[in-house]
């Protein structure tokens, strides 16, 4: 039973109980990044009064900012801890905010060192033989990295406002705290030296160390790898379309080419069986009575073959044996370590003719030729050639991506394999809007166009790659970006009536619809993907939201497809025509397809059916605005091809005795 018979035409219902059903490694994908994403939103709105703070946000505005102060875990303006830092001078305060988060950082890894002593301790004598170290270390990271994407934009801000300087009269001030001199007038002061560690630490070395540690764990290297496999793959996957059509199919299925292992071709070629149906193909096409070489309007077998009809039996068993081996050298599942030298310079040479670089090929090693098929992928990617589908990441491949994936997991399952690095960007888009925009024009109305400038390109920067693998949490990304995008207008207009005596205050009232708007948004943000999956679901339940036009193109589609699969059934099983010397007025009779074309090797030539004419469908590759592959069916005649004994155009073997058609 369909998840819509199951639960109705209720969409919400559909979407979470297929969350509820998903495998194990899916869901939390999807919960990884969705929380990443409203935690990162809110991390950022909770900055706005502190980076604009000569404006004076509405009061509903001001209660979403400040109820938003828990996504930076900002421990120390909890109402007992702010009592007592209140007294505080702001180096004290810039000291605790450096060495809290390295304190509880050594208290999360405890454990991971209980581990390894116990493991050291233990009859093996090893420091990894504990049976709960990859638990406790994989737990650790996962600990350890969410902890940090937590506190980042608090202490990052705290220490970037280390540098932050006002003059007030004759003297370079903190802004933070008046009663402390500037660090960058004052550098022999104690509070120096703390900033710059604070600042090399946090808003620096944090984006550092998560991409050094991807590095370390081979994370590029792995999704490079995966995305070599998919893109030779889907080379293969159209070379092998490009040159299959329907003559050389059943040819194929003739020579037994069909029913042999691709290890074993060179064997087959070989036989004695294959040389024999080999002679009685040759014999056929190239007697005198049987000449085929085709006319202008007629293209016949052998040019579809690629042959002129003038080659000797040696030239047609060679160009016989040669498709055999072109047609039986690639499996599908061929990647980029296990293509040998002959892959290698059949794709190149297939996609890349005009190179010139098929008369030297021999000469390069297999090491060369397989980086040369693999940017010749890349090539036909870049072009539109071949497409691949979503890489994501998963246990089920090699074991080195299940232990990254047990370790640093969060910074990168929620992305696409190519886009692995999307979480240094993310925290880059966060360090610059939280911490780096109250250096630039503070107090005017630039700061608030900078803002914009700075969320509108990483909105651009996401539109542009999709980097989720689950769609619906890129559209949540570039919801929340939308937002930022609207409250820092929405600011940048109120600044200019607050400071300005033309627009009257009036207009911009805290019960004025664009203020409850922009607070309505910024605090529905959680279950904006539950409202829009909801409303498409019904808008698509009803009849207006299809166009005529969409409709018409549906039913064209399907009846294309059932007359292109009643003619291919026609071409490939086709009936017999008209026997001699009958009356023309009494029934025809049908023959199957397999009597007609059964023949016995001793049989008088009287009893031979007469030349078979039909069409074969030859398929090429053509990709649909999905970039899925469409067959697309390309007539060719085939001129006086005979049938042969245990020929079918299916590839069977049909043995009638005489007499019997």
């Known amino acids: 039973m369909s998840l819509k018979q199951r639960h109705g035409g209720n969409s919400l219902r559909r979407m979470i109980h297929s969350v509820g059903t998903m495998e194990v490694q899916t869901t939390m994908r999807g919960i990884v990044g969705y929380l990443k994403i409203v935690i990162s939103f809110y991390q950022i709105l909770s900055t706005f009064p502190i980076t604009f703070f000569q404006l004076d946000w509405s009061s509903s505005n001001?209660?979403?900012?400040?109820?938003?102060?828990?996504?930076r875990?900002?421990?120390?303006?909890?109402?007992?801890?702010?009592?007592?830092?209140?007294?505080?001078?702001?180096?004290?305060?810039?000291?605790?905010?450096?060495?809290?988060?390295?304190?509880?950082?050594?208290?999360?890894v405890i454990p991971t060192i209980v581990v390894l002593v116990l493991g050291k301790m233990s009859r093996e004598g090893a420091w990894t033989s504990h049976p709960k170290y990859k638990d406790v270390t994989a737990n650790y990271f996962w600990a350890q990295s969410f902890f940090m994407f937590l506190i980042y934009p608090t202490v990052s801000m705290m220490a970037l406002s280390a540098v932050n300087c006002r003059k007030i009269g004759e003297y370079w001030v903190l802004a933070i705290d008046v009663g402390e001199k500037c660090t960058l007038s004052d550098t022999s002061g104690g509070l120096f030296p703390l900033a710059v560690a604070a600042i090399i630490i946090y808003p620096i070395g944090v984006p550092v160390i998560i991409y050094c540690l991807l590095w370390f764990q081979r994370v590029p290297h792995l999704a490079e790898r995966k995305r070599n496999?998919?893109?030779?793959?889907?080379?293969?996957?159209?070379?092998?379309?490009?040159?299959?059509?329907?003559?050389?199919?059943?040819?194929?299925?003739?020579?037994?080419?069909?029913?042999?292992?691709?290890?074993?071709?060179?064997a087959h070629?070989?036989?004695?069986?294959?040389?024999?149906?080999?002679?009685?193909?040759?014999?056929?096409?190239?007697?005198?009575?049987?000449k085929n070489k085709g006319s202008d309007d007629d293209a016949g077998l052998l040019a579809t073959l690629g042959l002129t009809g003038d080659e000797t039996h040696e030239q047609f068993s060679e160009a016989m044996a040669r498709m055999v081996r072109e047609h039986n050298m690639f499996s599908g599942h061929e990647t980029p370590e296990s293509l040998t030298a002959v892959q290698c310079r059949t794709l190149i040479r297939h996609f890349e003719r005009d190179t010139g670089a098929e008369d030297d090929l021999h000469e390069v090693s297999i090491e060369s030729l397989r980086s040369m098929a693999i940017l010749c992928s890349h090539s036909m990617m870049r072009r539109g050639a071949i497409s691949v589908p979503t890489l994501s990441w998963s246990n089920a491949n090699s074991p080195a991506e299940r232990r990254v994936l047990r370790r640093v997991g969060n910074l990168f399952v929620a992305f696409k394999v190519e886009h692995w690095y999307y979480e240094i960007i993310n925290t880059l888009h966060k360090l610059f809007?939280?911490?780096?925009l109250v250096f630039c024009y503070p107090g005017e109305y630039m700061q608030y166009a900078i803002g914009i400038a700075m969320v509108y390109l990483f909105l651009l920067i996401t539109m542009r790659i999709q980097p989720y693998v689950i769609s619906i949490l890129s559209n949540l990304q570039m919801y929340t970006l939308v937002i930022l995008i609207i409250s820092l207008f929405y600011g940048m207009m109120k600044s200019i009536n607050d400071f300005s005596v033309n627009i009257p205050v009036r207009d911009f009232d805290p019960q004025m619809p664009l203020t409850l708007a922009v607070a309505v948004l910024c605090a529905t943000v959680p279950i904006a993907p539950f409202v829009w999956e909801s409303i498409i679901g019904w808008m698509h339940t009803l009849h207006w939201f299809k166009s005529d036009k969409?409709?018409?193109?549906?039913?064209?589609?399907?009846?294309?497809?059932?007359?292109s699969h009643v003619q291919d059934l026609r071409s490939i099983l086709p009936t017999a025509p008209p026997v001699e010397n009958q009356p023309t007025h009494a029934p025809q009779p049908q023959v199957p397809a397999a009597a007609m074309l059964a023949t016995t090797h001793g049989a008088p030539s009287s009893t031979l059916p007469p030349p078979w004419t039909g069409t074969a469908p030859a398929y090429q590759a053509v990709f649909d605005g999905n970039g899925a592959p469409t067959p697309v069916k390309t007539p060719k005649k085939l001129n006086k091809l005979r049938p042969l004994p245990n020929m079918t155009p299916n590839g069977g073997l049909n043995k009638v005795a005489p007499g019997d058609s």
């Open 62 to 71: 001001d209660d979403v900012m400040e109820n938003s102060k828990w996504s």
């Open 269 to 290: 070629v070989k036989s004695e069986a294959f040389k024999d149906k080999v002679a009685r193909l040759y014999e056929q096409q190239y007697s005198d009575k049987g």
């Open 433 to 436: 809007v939280t911490s780096v």
């Open 73 to 108: 875990v900002e421990i120390f303006s909890i109402p007992d801890f702010s009592c007592i830092l209140q007294g505080m001078r702001f180096r004290d305060k810039l000291l605790w905010y450096t060495i809290a988060p390295m304190i509880i950082s050594i208290l999360l």
């Open 229 to 266: 496999r998919a893109l030779v793959q889907a080379m293969v996957n159209n070379y092998k379309l490009s040159i299959m059509n329907g003559t050389t199919e059943m040819v194929l299925r003739y020579l037994g080419a069909r029913q042999v292992a691709d290890s074993e071709t060179d």
């Open 550 to 563: 969409e409709d018409q193109r549906i039913k064209e589609f399907e009846t294309t497809n059932m007359k």
